[in-house]
């Protein structure tokens, strides 16, 4: 029987490069327990399961024909140790697309994307210029359309697992197969060039050249060379997005990107919709009729059970309370059931929470509901969320920063190494949080000032310098204090010293006249 099989695809002697024949492992792995008549799996499909995703992009044969089959042959020990063999992991793109019109699907990855551009960005730097420059390039930023640029790019990452952004520098002739070089030595990129960046879904790229053969190099698994519809593109003119990295073994199935989070949520809004559907389901059979006949004499003759079906209609029709029910008072009897059923509201709800565990969203955010339990009004939920965000933008930000580095190439010719940029708080409008936080460390700076750890100008200094506070106005230097007994005579807790009420008072008054101006 082995052998048989090993005729349907059995790998060459020289592309065999561990001890474990993988056809055998399948020949073991995929008969069914229990069966006198197994079924098996041959190699090509079980390649197609592992296999690079399926896109819209021509594909060619590699060059390296060992490369796969070492990855192949790899997986399949893997899972053959693991007890996980055959194993489908990716579902493919056009599976992806179907799922992105779920609503649910929707809320989940487009809340996450909104919220990760809705504060946008600040720029900082600029020590070679002026702030002119900054304000200069936060235009450029608005005219070109970037904030949406990016808040589209983190929607299709969550849908697909991934997408590029193709720098298109305008030029017809160019070899898109050679590197784009992003410094003031680029060909391509220079003052005045009319640069465009272009979105483009992973279902029209595939990978055509990659290193998998040496993970001592910097490009290990990541592809060099694309395949966009037809036309070869070298790596640095695309910006990839990716979120969710898959195991080595498991990158080629999500074509080098990331595991979809629409893939990853989709099984948990499968068993929501199926709560969803039991409940409604549960609510039609809370209160039920029994209409009890002697069925034995009914369902022996054919009119019997003419007879039946005249009266359930009969029955149904004349059901309501506005209606009467007649019935035959010695073979016939109704009986009205009421279930009172608990529990089908929570089983909803935690599929629902679920759902929003999974998306790392708080319920409050995600579905509009108010949450309950321990923290009623969900605060430490949506700080939970925010923290989620800045790591999500974080993802992003060599991405941002590269399309900064082109535009500043574009319309000055330069790069200023110092220009960088900071994502806005999301949470920043929390007013009573932030006065509140700012309360508890004017408190713990005047501990400190009392014990003599810190002096009243570094006190201050904090103060003003303050994201919080809203102090910043304060000048660097402190006002000049009045003396303790001049305070005490003015307030009539103190008699002045005769020698010295003249000087005392010419003291006071000073310091009044420089607090009030």
């Given at each position: 029987?082995?052998?048989?099989?090993?005729?349907?695809?059995?790998?060459?002697?020289?592309?065999?490069?561990?001890?474990?024949?993988?056809?055998?492992?399948?020949?073991?792995?995929?008969?069914?327990?229990?069966?006198?008549?197994?079924?098996?799996?041959?190699?090509?499909?079980?390649?197609?399961?592992?296999?690079?995703?399926?896109?819209?992009v021509n594909h060619k044969k590699s060059d390296n024909p060992l490369a796969y089959d070492e990855y192949y042959q790899s997986l399949t020990e893997h899972a053959a140790h693991e007890g996980q063999?055959?194993?489908?992991?990716?579902?493919?793109?056009?599976?992806?697309?179907?799922?992105?019109?779920?609503?649910?699907?929707?809320?989940?990855?487009?809340?996450?994307?909104?919220?990760?551009?809705?504060?946008?960005?600040?720029?900082?730097?600029?020590?070679?210029?002026?702030?002119?420059?900054?304000?200069?390039?936060?235009?450029?930023?608005?005219?070109?359309?970037?904030k949406s640029l990016i808040k589209d790019a983190v929607a299709k990452t969550g849908y697909f697992g991934g997408c590029m952004i193709f720098i298109d520098t305008g030029e017809e002739d160019t070899?898109?197969?050679?590197?784009?070089?992003?410094?003031?030595?680029?060909?391509?990129?220079?003052?005045?060039?009319?640069?465009?960046?272009?979105?483009?879904?992973?279902?029209?790229?595939?990978?055509?050249?990659?290193?998998?053969?040496?993970?001592?190099?910097?490009?290990?698994?990541?592809?060099t060379l694309w395949n966009v519809c037809g036309t070869t593109v070298h790596g640095s003119r695309l910006i990839m997005f990716a979120d969710n990295e898959p195991p080595t073994l498991l990158k080629?199935?999500?074509?080098?990107?990331?595991?979809?989070?629409?893939?990853?949520?989709?099984?948990?809004?499968?068993?929501?919709?199926?709560?969803?559907?039991?409940?409604?389901?549960?609510?039609?059979?809370?209160?039920?009729?029994?209409?009890?006949?002697?069925?034995?004499?009914?369902?022996?003759?054919?009119?019997?059970?003419?007879?039946?079906?005249?009266?359930?209609?009969?029955?149904?029709?004349?059901?309501?309370?506005?209606?009467?029910?007649?019935?035959?008072?010695?073979?016939?009897?109704?009986?009205?059931?009421?279930?009172?059923?608990?529990?089908?509201?929570?089983?909803?709800?935690?599929?629902?929470?679920?759902?929003?565990?999974?998306?790392?969203?708080?319920?409050?955010?995600?579905?509009?509901?108010?949450?309950?339990?321990?923290?009623?009004?969900?605060?430490?939920?949506?700080?939970?969320?925010?923290?989620?965000?800045?790591?999500?933008?974080?993802?992003?930000?060599?991405?941002?920063?590269?399309?900064?580095?082109?535009?500043?190439?574009?319309?000055?010719?330069?790069?200023?190494?110092?220009?960088?940029?900071?994502?806005?708080?999301?949470?920043?409008?929390?007013?009573?949080?932030?006065?509140?936080?700012?309360?508890?460390?004017?408190?713990?700076?005047?501990?400190?000032?009392?014990?003599?750890?810190?002096?009243?100008?570094?006190?201050?200094?904090?103060?003003?310098?303050?994201?919080?506070?809203?102090?910043?106005?304060?000048?660097?230097?402190?006002?000049?204090?009045?003396?303790?007994?001049?305070?005490?005579?003015?307030?009539?807790?103190?008699?002045?010293?005769?020698?010295?009420?003249?000087?005392?008072?010419?003291?006071?008054?000073?310091?009044?006249?420089?607090?009030?101006?």
């Amino acid at each position: 029987m082995a052998e048989e099989i090993k005729n349907t695809g059995e790998i060459p002697a020289e592309n065999k490069l561990h001890k474990l024949d993988p056809v055998d492992i399948a020949v073991q792995l995929s008969r069914p327990i229990n069966s006198n008549t197994p079924e098996y799996i041959s190699v090509e499909t079980l390649k197609k399961q592992f296999g690079t995703p399926v896109t819209n992009v021509n594909h060619k044969k590699s060059d390296n024909p060992l490369a796969y089959d070492e990855y192949y042959q790899s997986l399949t020990e893997h899972a053959a140790h693991e007890g996980q063999f055959p194993l489908t992991s990716f579902v493919g793109y056009p599976v992806l697309e179907q799922i992105a019109q779920n609503g649910m699907i929707r809320t989940c990855i487009q809340t996450v994307a909104d919220d990760v551009v809705r504060e946008w960005i600040e720029l900082t730097g600029g020590e070679k210029n002026s702030d002119k420059k900054l304000e200069e390039i936060d235009d450029i930023l608005k005219r070109k359309h970037i904030k949406s640029l990016i808040k589209d790019a983190v929607a299709k990452t969550g849908y697909f697992g991934g997408c590029m952004i193709f720098i298109d520098t305008g030029e017809e002739d160019t070899d898109l197969s050679l590197p784009l070089v992003i410094s003031e030595k680029s060909a391509e990129i220079k003052k005045g060039t009319k640069v465009k960046f272009v979105l483009i879904d992973p279902i029209n790229i595939t990978p055509l050249e990659y290193n998998s053969v040496n993970p001592l190099k910097s490009d290990y698994m990541k592809p060099t060379l694309w395949n966009v519809c037809g036309t070869t593109v070298h790596g640095s003119r695309l910006i990839m997005f990716a979120d969710n990295e898959p195991p080595t073994l498991l990158k080629p199935c999500y074509n080098f990107l990331g595991i979809p989070q629409a893939q990853i949520l989709w099984d948990y809004v499968l068993h929501w919709n199926k709560a969803r559907v039991s409940a409604v389901e549960i609510l039609d059979k809370l209160n039920l009729t029994v209409f009890k006949t002697n069925m034995s004499d009914l369902l022996g003759t054919p009119e019997g059970i003419a007879m039946l079906d005249v009266k359930m209609k009969a029955f149904q029709r004349y059901r309501d309370n506005n209606s009467v029910l007649v019935c035959d008072s010695e073979n016939e009897a109704v009986e009205n059931i009421s279930q009172v059923i608990s529990g089908a509201t929570d089983v909803v709800r935690q599929a629902l929470e679920f759902i929003a565990c999974i998306n790392r969203t708080p319920a409050v955010k995600l579905l509009g509901i108010s949450p309950s339990g321990f923290n009623a009004t969900g605060e430490s939920d949506i700080r939970n969320y925010y923290d989620h965000i800045k790591a999500k933008q974080e993802l992003y930000r060599d991405q941002i920063q590269t399309i900064l580095n082109v535009l500043q190439l574009v319309y000055f010719g330069d790069i200023d190494e110092t220009i960088s940029f900071k994502f806005n708080e999301i949470g920043g409008d929390d007013v009573a949080n932030n006065a509140s936080v700012f309360k508890t460390q004017v408190d713990t700076l005047t501990t400190l000032q009392s014990a003599g750890v810190i002096d009243n100008s570094e006190a201050r200094e904090f103060i003003r310098t303050s994201e919080i506070g809203g102090l910043d106005y304060l000048s660097e230097d402190a006002p000049q204090q009045p003396n303790p007994e001049d305070m005490a005579i003015m307030n009539g807790q103190q008699q002045p010293k005769e020698q010295n009420t003249t000087e005392s008072l010419k003291g006071f008054e000073e310091w009044q006249k420089n607090m009030l101006g």
